[in-house]
């Protein structure tokens, strides 16, 4: 009976003791699953922020890559480009068509002062200040549209078939052939890399040389100015250089983890060269509408400075055409120094 009693115990303590075993090893295991679920949560957010930091520093090299290639397919020759194979990773490249659209004027004479207004799509109005334009012509990618003018003392309507969405160049002559005054609209494209992050999406649009950038929840912001250069020669003349950029897109640019991308140069053209007078030029940004204030401020810094200080009268640079915030164009104080107006557009076609 003791004997019994004993062994009873024993199978008793064994029992227990497995009981024991088992709950240590479970408490055990919830012990270090609390602790890698407790890490896993800290480390969270600085996993996700690397991931977004590695798809934004792959969608900006991307985006240096196409800038890259767009200036070297408008430099080439007429028909001449080139493919490469871009890698993106969460990123797509897409067409941002006509984001951006130019009004360039100046005078090509000391002598006359001309203004071309645009009425609607078939009619332009001429006003010719010493009645000097005998004749015009408009430039279009479809051909050229030529006219003769009679001198009239208030503004000329003209009727012609020559618009175009995509760019027209007005030229204006007097009775023997020179070249009194030219003016023209462009209208621009460009590519929008667009890259996944953990917030939402993350853009950036390349524009006629500039560069907009976006992040979630933000607004758009311009990290690189389009190229106008005004500089002041050893000699003082003064000269104001401005290149256009038109990357047009024809069809889909592409998608996938390797994509081939073909820049082919539709032939560089010079717009302005030489010494011009009344410059004025004004942009519209179709991309959102803080871009175009961010370039009117950028352009208009040093005038906002120099009207502070009351000295105006000695400035020399960007001064707005009318309104002060430039919404009504941009031209340029020379306080009598000569100005030279250099222009050119670059035209690419970007096909997948």
Do not use: K
């Amino acid at each position: 009976m003791r004997r019994r009693r004993q062994t009873a115990r024993q199978r008793l303590d064994a029992d227990e003791r497995g009981v024991s075993e088992v709950l240590g090893v479970v408490m055990l295991l919830a012990m270090v699953i609390t602790i890698m679920g407790g890490v896993w949560v800290f480390l969270n957010p600085y996993l996700s922020d690397f991931e977004d930091n590695t798809n934004w520093n792959s969608a900006t090299g991307i985006a240096d890559r196409l800038e890259d290639r767009l200036q070297v397919a408008g430099n080439a020759p007429d028909g001449t480009g080139f493919r490469n194979t871009l890698a993106i990773q969460s990123t797509s490249i897409l067409s941002v068509q006509n984001v951006e659209t130019w009004t360039i004027a100046a005078d090509l004479t000391s002598t006359e002062r001309i203004s071309v207004r645009h009425v609607n799509d078939t009619v332009i109005g001429l006003l010719s200040a010493n009645e000097t334009a005998r004749s015009l012509t408009i430039e279009h990618p479809n051909g050229m549209f030529n006219t003769t003018l009679e001198a009239d003392h208030q503004e000329i309507l003209i009727e012609h078939d020559a618009y175009s969405s995509h760019w027209m160049i007005v030229t204006v002559y007097d009775e023997i052939g020179e070249q009194l005054h030219r003016s023209v609209d462009i209208s621009l494209s460009g590519l929008q890399v667009t890259t996944s992050l953990g917030q939402g999406q993350h853009d950036i649009v390349l524009m006629n040389n500039a560069r907009g950038e976006r992040f979630p929840n933000g607004a758009w912001d311009v990290t690189q100015m389009p190229m106008v250069e005004f500089d002041r020669m050893a000699n003082d003349e003064l000269r104001l250089s401005i290149l256009l950029t038109d990357a047009v897109t024809e069809g889909s640019v592409g998608s996938g983890s390797n994509i081939g991308i073909e820049f082919v140069s539709q032939g560089p053209m010079m717009l302005f060269t030489g010494e011009a007078y009344n410059v004025r030029f004004n942009v519209f940004n179709a991309l959102h509408a803080v871009v175009t204030p961010q370039y009117h401020e950028t352009w208009l810094t040093d005038y906002t400075v120099q009207r502070a200080a009351g000295t105006l009268d000695t400035y020399i640079g960007f001064t707005p055409y009318e309104r002060a915030s430039g919404s009504d164009g941009i031209t340029v104080s020379n306080q009598g120094l000569p100005l030279f107006l250099e222009m050119d557009l670059q035209r690419i076609e970007v096909s997948g």
